[in-house]
């Protein structure tokens, strides 16, 4: 992984981190003000909420390199191999 790349990806984890922080925060705030009556738990509890969300994603996108990206194509003959023959597929229109 090159340099800029890993400058990026930093750069989005910090942004989302940021967003998801400040959303916490400010849903703990709302609720605490509307709901509880004040307390500081709902503010707590946003922030740590915002914050381990921001925290597994930074995570999963820094080791997005090292995971292995395939796809896997499945068709109707992987499935079932009598199905492909035509005579016994009941999806084909004769």
Sequence with gaps: MSEKELGKKWDRC????????????????????VFFKRRTWPISFGLGTGLGMAYSNCQTELRSHYLLQRTMKVGLSSICSSCTQQNNNPYVKR
């Design 14 to 33: 910090l942004a989302d981190s940021a967003v998801k922080v400040g959303t916490g925060l400010g849903l703990g705030v709302v609720l605490s003000v």
